[in-house]
Structures are given as C-alpha cells and as structure tokens.
C-alpha cells in the first residue's frame, strides 16, 4: 500500500517562502513520477509541478519560475520550494504519485494534503 504524507505547509507573509515535504512509502520510490498539485476554496484542483523518475520536471505557466519541484530518491522524499509567495498561492497542496515513471498526466496515488496560507 502507498502512503504519501506531506508536511511544511502553514502561514507565510506575502514574499515569503515554504518549502513542502512529502515521504512516500511503498514501492520503490524511484519507480514513481511524482507531482504538486493544489487545490483553493471554490477552484478546481490544478497541477503546480511534476517530476519524472528521471528527474525531467513541469510546471505550470503560472509559476513564473517562483517554484522548483525536486527529488531525493534516498530519502523517497519529493519537495516543493516555494519562493516570492502571493496571497493567490493559498490552497491546500497535495502531493501525487504516479506508478508510470515517466508520465505526469495520471496520478492514481494521494496524499491528505497541507495548507498553505500566504497572508497580505
């Protein structure tokens, strides 16, 4: 069974930066594709970044460079800098893992999520 269990979100001023954690446990880690998503009150959840068991990353045009996925696949932990936040990055953030290591468009393992609140 695949547990993924985040953590490092919370209240950040606007400027601020988080960076969020997520353990994965299960198979091998470094057969997952892994990916940020987020979803705010009243949004559709929505891809931030993904990052392939070969470390080929994605991210979402919104981003403008302000974040950066990575992997440490030692650790079976996937990461997500946060830099320069805004008000409009507050959701809750979900990580997803993807038994296909090198796709990044069908994540059929989740975690519970973390907030994360960017003040003004």
């Known amino acids: 069974q695949v547990q993924l269990v985040e953590s490092g979100g919370g209240l950040v001023p606007a400027g601020g930066s988080l960076r969020l954690s997520c353990v994965v446990s299960g198979r091998t880690f470094s057969n997952y594709a892994m990916g940020w998503f987020r979803q705010a009150p009243g949004k559709q959840r929505e891809l931030v970044a993904g990052i392939t068991s070969s470390a080929g990353t994605r991210y979402s045009n919104f981003l403008k460079g302000r974040f950066t996925i990575s992997r440490n696949n030692a650790e079976k932990t996937v990461y997500l800098q946060m830099n320069s936040l805004k008000p409009e990055d507050t959701a809750v953030y979900y990580c997803?893992?993807?038994?296909?290591?090198?796709?990044?468009?069908?994540?059929?393992?989740w975690g519970q999520g973390t907030q994360v609140t960017v003040s003004s």
């Open positions: 997803a893992a993807a038994d296909w290591p090198e796709r990044l468009d069908d994540f059929n393992h």
